[in-house]
């Protein structure tokens, strides 16, 4: 009997053994798999890992797929910021129709509303004050994004800072999340009203007369939400404001009711 657990033992060591040569030879394998899969990516992308580096962190040189050496971009301005032309659009979407290309019909509408949220979304952002609460816009920040499908999705963004770190950042949009969350609110006349540690996280309140939501959160700061109309709303947000009412005091700041009008809500 103890010879059978010592053949077992050893067996059982000799498999583990074996198991363990195994993995290593499977990982070998895996890895050169991986190098293989890198290298022919880098190929078909003109890389090359071997390559030295100079002092700013990037290659002088990079290979192309043909092997040939050529200069690596450095710099550019980048591309100017084009919205659709809407007229343009329009037209050719009304030729594409006539001639039955209704995909091209199609896309040249689409063309065209993006263009047309694009006009108005730098509307209201030049609608916007120059300063809210002493805090200057900042506008290399500004934002305009639309999906071009009727104004589902259509945002437009500005921050205002000082040179200490408070700041407010404005948010118009239309996104179906945020007004679930807020009309699910109203609908409860806000009964549903957060408290943690006998502090109310957000509540209701009003900005313009327009009914809103204010939240307070230690790591973010202040938020009010301020539906408009019937798929809109105006969201702020404040970062280091001092209290409650100085946060409200910005909100109100804004003429809600233009921008309501420029995006025709009612």
């Known amino acids: 009997m103890k010879k059978l657990s010592c053949f077992m033992l050893a067996a059982g060591l000799c498999l583990l053994h074996e198991s363990a ?3 290593v030879l499977l990982n070998r394998v895996r890895s050169n798999i991986e190098k293989k899969a890198e290298q022919a990516v880098d190929k078909a992308m003109g890389m090359d890992r071997n390559q030295p580096v100079n002092n700013a962190g990037s290659t002088e040189t990079s290979t192309g797929a043909d092997g040939t050496s050529r200069a690596r971009n450095k710099g550019g301005a980048g591309l100017v910021f084009t919205p659709p032309d809407v007229k343009v659009n329009l037209t050719d979407a009304e030729g594409s129709f006539k001639a039955g290309k209704y995909g091209e019909a199609r896309y040249a509408i689409q063309q065209a509303m993006l263009g047309v949220e694009m006009e108005i979304g730098q509307k209201i952002l030049k609608s916007l004050p120059e300063t809210i609460s002493g805090l200057k816009k900042d506008t290399e920040q500004d ?3 639309s999906t071009g499908w009727g104004w589902v999705g259509l945002t437009i963004q500005r ?3 000082d040179n200490a770190d408070k700041e407010l950042r404005v948010v118009v949009a239309n996104n179906a999340a945020l007004m679930t969350g ?3 609110y109203f609908a409860n006349g806000g009964a549903a009203a957060q408290t943690s540690g006998g502090k109310q996280n957000w509540k209701q ?4 007369g327009n009914r809103a939501i204010i ?3 230690e790591s973010s700061g202040y938020k009010v ?5 019937q798929s809109s709303l105006v969201v702020y947000e404040g970062v ?4 409650e009412q100085d946060m409200l005091a910005a909100a109100n700041t804004l003429d809600i009711d233009g921008i309501k009008k420029m995006l025709g809500e009612k």
């Open 21 to 23: 040569s195994g993995q």
């Open 182 to 184: 807020v009309n699910l």
């Open 159 to 161: 921050a205002y800072k």
């Open 205 to 208: 309140t009003k900005v313009k």
């Open 225 to 229: 939400s301020v539906p408009i109309g």
């Open 215 to 217: 939240e307070y959160d």
């Open 143 to 145: 934002q305009v994004t």
């Open 240 to 243: 280091n404001f001092k209290n």
